[in-house]
Each structure stands twice: as structure tokens, then as C-alpha cells.
């Protein structure tokens, strides 16, 4: 029987060293080819034969490292979409990150492989942390890849999530960091256009986008960033992801996604939650109401331990009642376990003028900003919520120390409510000097 020839090939006369080994084609890409990204091998090349002057043996070197792409990631930047790109956060330094899998891929084969890959690490992973309800995995693991065949935008986002995700998990951010920066901007492009023609078709996709971006910059490495700056950047974008939605709810409600299951859960009450959280929670309203009184003439002012605190507009008033009272009931959300996340229904709610509250370091705002840092903890407990990590524990150490500084810690529900915060978040209890403390504050 007449052996089957082998089907010629052109020879890689400068591939990497486990290409050679194993015999197959290196495409010769630097510093690692496509196997060695498929198999996550130490690439290795032999370095080009020296003059005859130099020394005849051959060594094994890494190729040349190229510059990687310091592109500020930028998914949400359109003025009519009322969401803010994080244009203050750039990559991080190019001297400091290998050139992006998608950055030193220069064939089509290499491209398909990394982007095969990501597109699997979705498909097994990546997806879990945007899930609330169990209808949410059919939605994001089946039907969001397939609608990102027809959506260029989808198809980016979902690459760049995905490769923030892996450069998180795999240990080696600068493999992946640098191509999830890159597919956010090749995704931030095409969203744009679509912003200007919101169809029912349209619709579900433009809002499932907008929070794969604002869950981008949730996950993002936190650079110089504080943690306050950060969280603020991630309400904007959560905020404009709701204002799409709000184009048209009906479209929403008749799309292929779980609004309407939602909302099916029907309400919680109050009574779920124990004695102590209640307890803990009605310290937010009394803050608030210390440091804003309902009724003030235009000559009265108001004192807190000796201390004179501008009186907040009458709107100032109403908009932290509405986010304390959300918040309140994002706890009882959580104490029943039903919808994952729930807590990020408080960023809508509280809306632009609270997170312009934060930045403007309003000790009321950052208050309530403490408690909602506690829920961001317990959600980010869940190991499929890859992206908060330390969020809700640096903001609960964050904006508990800056309260020491305020009128807010001269107030005996203010100091508890640091107390328990800070206990919540498995922070240790701070210093509060020069003030009347509760025993459990040391001294």
C-alpha cells in the first residue's frame, strides 16, 4: 500500500525554539508567537548569527520587546450618551508592559488565535461576573457572543472584558493589560455611531455594552487613582448605561434580556433584615438630618458640636433622602439574595448630583458612600464577581477616614456609623480624638 505523502509546507527558517521543536510553522511573532500564546510557553528565538568577529556559538535570547500601545481606555465618551470616558486613566506606563497579544499579532492566524482565545475565556468565565438571576447565563454566555457576530462594538467589548479579566486571573497583566486597552478603544468607536440611531433592535445591545464598559472600569487596574475618584467614574458610567435604557423601556422589557424577570421577584420589606443592620442603616437618616434640617430660615445657620455647617438647597435635602432610602432597600435586597448586584441599583438612583456630591468630598455624600461600600464588599465575596476585588473595602476605608475630619465625627450616629462600616468591611477600628467616643473606638 503506497504511504501517504506529507503535504509540503514552507519552511520557518527563524521560528522559536519550542516551534522547532515540535515541528510546526512559527508565525514569528515578538516576543511570543501564536503556539506559544495558545500553549502560555516561555517563547524563545535564537539570536541571529554574530560578524565573524564575534564568537561563533549561538545563544538563546528573547526577541526585542516593542513598545506597548498607553492608550487611555475610552468605551463611553459621547456627550449625547450622558457618559463620561475615563480619560484620566491611561494605561500604564509603555516601559513597563509587553506589547498586547492583538498589538504584536501582525498575521490573521495570530489574530483569530488570541482572539478564539478570549472569546472562549467569555464563554467559561469572564461572563459570570455580569450575571444578577439565573435567566442572565442563557442571555450573556449564548446570545450576547452570537449578537457580537452582527456588532462590531459588541464584539470588542466582550474581547477587552475578556482579556481584563485574564490579565487579572492569569497573574501576568502585562500579556492581557494591554489588549483589553486595546479592544476598549477599537469598541468605543462603533458605540458611538449606533448612539445617534437607537432602534428597538438596537437597544438591548447599546445598554448590555454600556455595562460591560462601566464593569471595564470597575476592574481596571486603580493606578494613582483614589479610590472615591474611581467609584466616580464608574457611576458616571453606570448612570449613562441607565440613561440608554431609559430611551425607551418598553423596547427593553420586550428584549431578550432579564429586566422582566426582575421585576417579577416582586418587593422586599424592611423586616428581613436584623436588628442591628436596622439599626445601622436609620444612622444614615439621622446624619443627614443633622447636618440638614428640614426647615431653616435664611438667617439661621446650622451648628454641629460647636461647629458652623452651610445649610444644603432644599434639592440637596431631597436627593440624599432618596439615595439613603434605596440604599436602605439595596440592603434589604441583599439580606434575600434573590438578584446579584442589586446594590448598583443605588448609583441611578442616587443620580449625577450624588456622584458630583463625592467628588466634591460632601461629608454627607461620602457617608452614605461608606455604607454603600459595605454592600460592594459583600457582592464582591461572590468568586464570580472578578472585577470588584477591593472596591467596597477601599471605599469603606477611604471615605471613613476622611469623615474623621468632618463635622460628621463630632455626631454620636456618625462615629457608629464609621464603627460599623468599618467593622463590616473587616477593617480595623480607627483613632477619634479630641471627641466623646463609643467604647469600642480606641482612644
Known sequence: MERKRREAHSKSRRGCQNCKKRHVKCDEQVPTCANCIVRKL????????????????????????????????????????????????????????????????????????????????????????????????????????????????????????????????????????????????????????????????????????????????????????????????????VIGAVQIAATNMQWLMDSPISVGTVLNLGEVTMQILDSETLLALDRMTSVSRQ????????????????????????????????????????????????????????????????TWAIRKQEPVALFVLMYFGVLMGRYGEDPRMWWITTTGRDLVKETSEILLQTPIAMIPDGREGITWTRQQAGLPPLVIEDCVCPQDLIL
Open 42 to 237: 516561555d517563547c524563545l528565538y535564537q539570536s541571529p548569527p554574530e560578524s565573524s568577529t564575534s564568537s561563533s556559538t549561538t545563544s538563546l535570547t528573547r526577541r526585542p520587546k516593542k513598545t506597548a500601545r498607553s492608550d487611555p481606555p475610552d468605551f463611553l465618551s459621547d456627550s449625547s450618551s450622558g457618559i463620561n470616558s475615563r480619560t484620566s486613566i491611561g494605561s500604564p506606563p509603555a516601559s513597563s508592559l509587553v506589547s498586547s497579544p492583538a498589538a504584536f499579532s501582525s498575521t490573521p492566524e495570530s489574530h483569530r488565535l488570541l482572539e478564539l482565545e478570549l472569546m472562549h475565556r467569555w464563554t467559561s468565565r469572564t461572563y459570570m461576573g455580569l450575571i444578577a438571576v439565573p435567566e442572565d447565563q442563557a442571555h450573556l454566555q449564548d446570545y450576547l457572543p452570537r449578537a457580537a457576530l452582527r456588532s462590531t462594538y459588541i464584539m470588542n467589548g466582550i474581547l477587552a472584558l475578556s482579556a481584563l479579566e485574564l490579565a487579572r486571573a492569569s497573574g501576568t497583566p502585562a500579556t492581557y493589560l494591554p489588549a483589553a486597552l486595546e479592544y476598549s478603544n477599537k469598541a468605543s468607536a462603533s458605540f458611538r455611531a449606533q448612539l445617534s440611531n437607537i432602534t428597538q433592535d438596537n437597544l438591548h445591545l447599546l445598554y448590555y455594552f454600556a455595562m460591560i464598559a462601566a464593569t471595564f472600569n470597575f476592574a481596571l487596574p486603580p493606578e494613582q487613582m483614589s479610590a472615591i475618584d474611581r467609584i466616580g467614574i464608574a457611576f458616571d458610567m
Open 291 to 354: 447636618m440638614s434640617p428640614k426647615s431653616l430660615s435664611a438667617m439661621e445657620k446650622i451648628y454641629v458640636a460647636g461647629q458652623e455647617v452651610p445649610s444644603p438647597p432644599e434639592s440637596e435635602r431631597y436627593m440624599y433622602w432618596l439615595a439613603i432610602a434605596q440604599l436602605k432597600y439595596c440592603f434589604a435586597e441583599d439580606a434575600r439574595g434573590l438578584i446579584a448586584g442589586y446594590c448598583l441599583t443605588f448609583i441611578p438612583v442616587a443620580g449625577a448630583d450624588f
